[in-house]
């Protein structure tokens, strides 16, 4: 199993850019979350879907942000337009199993600099 | 509203010392706590997952405790290598849920020969 897979690892940007971050999920697993680290603020969660349907977006910081999550395998975290604000690193986890008892597994991270 | 607290927020040790690092919570109507792994760079790793009917969970040298009363958890380490260095981080579910986990800011460990 290769994992949760992001891309890109890493972004450079222009303010105003759009941004899109993609995850592919570990096969199988039903819940899919995106979450921003920030030395200021650490972890955060944005957003969560399960079996591909948002169940909380009270994370995601403006209307400037969203996600989508088309099929179980891939979701997209867009930013649009971007902001120097918006730099950190983007995880993506995914998990299964029971309520309580599943495991967040997480991608790599991307890491996003707008300038 | 949960929150979640790491202490201490640094540490420096020798090879071979044993550790304690420390997590709190502030609500105790937990389902299960986690203790990840953050390599510099990286992405965080799962390393313990103690359930809230569980009081400690171990895996090689690491042993973690729940003492959900108190709103408590630690981690220990025994023998520490130079491997171990990384940042530990705690995570519990959000109040009233289950799959939404908050963390806490981490203690970054540094482990020297």
């Known amino acids: 199993d290769a994992g949760v897979i992001q891309s890109p690892r890493h972004e450079v940007t222009e303010m105003g850019q759009e941004v899109t971050l993609r995850c592919k999920p570990i096969?199988?697993?039903?819940?899919l979350f995106w979450y921003r680290q920030t030395m200021m603020r650490g972890l955060e969660l944005l957003i969560y879907?399960?079996?591909?349907?948002?169940?909380?977006d009270s994370g995601m910081p403006e209307d400037r942000f969203s996600a989508k999550m088309p099929n179980a395998s891939f979701s997209t975290l867009k930013i649009q337009p971007s902001e120097p604000r918006d730099s950190a690193v983007y995880f993506c986890a995914s998990s299964s199993g029971a309520p309580g008892a599943n495991v967040l597994t997480f991608g790599a991270g991307s890491r996003l600099t707008v300038l | 509203k949960q929150e979640v607290t790491q202490i201490p927020a640094a540490l420096s040790v020798p090879e071979g010392e044993n550790l304690v690092l420390n997590c709190s919570f502030t609500?105790?109507?937990?389902?299960?706590l986690q203790w990840f792994r953050q390599d510099p760079g990286k992405g965080l790793t799962s390393l313990l997952l103690?359930?809230?009917?569980?009081r400690e969970q171990t895996s090689g040298r690491l042993n973690a405790s729940l003492d959900k009363s108190s709103g408590r958890s630690t981690l220990y380490i025994a023998a520490s290598q130079p491997g171990d260095s990384a940042t530990y981080l705690c995570?519990?579910?959000?109040?009233?849920?289950?799959?939404?986990?908050?963390f806490g800011a981490g203690t970054r460990l540094a482990v020297h020969p």
């Open positions: 995570a519990v579910p959000f109040s009233g849920g289950y799959n939404k986990l908050i």
């Open positions: 609500d105790s109507a937990i389902y299960n």
């Open positions: 879907f399960n079996n591909n349907v948002p169940i909380d």
């Open positions: 096969s199988g697993h039903n819940s």
């Open positions: 103690i359930q809230s009917s569980q």
